[in-house]
């Protein structure tokens, strides 16, 4: 047996994304169009 430690066991840690968040069920290929929406 190998001792590993606990943080190793338990997989990647969680991380805090901040950002822009949109919904939406329509691709919007242009650009700048987007960009007004945000």
């Not at 338990?10 to 169009?33: C, F, H, M, V, W």
């Given at each position: 047996m190998v001792?590993?430690?606990l943080s190793e066991m338990n997989?990647?840690?969680?991380?805090?994304r901040y950002g822009i968040i949109a919904s939406g069920n329509t691709l919007i290929k242009d650009a700048a169009t987007r960009d007004k929406l945000v």
């Amino acid at each position: 047996m190998v001792p590993t430690s606990l943080s190793e066991m338990n997989g990647p840690q969680p991380e805090i994304r901040y950002g822009i968040i949109a919904s939406g069920n329509t691709l919007i290929k242009d650009a700048a169009t987007r960009d007004k929406l945000v």
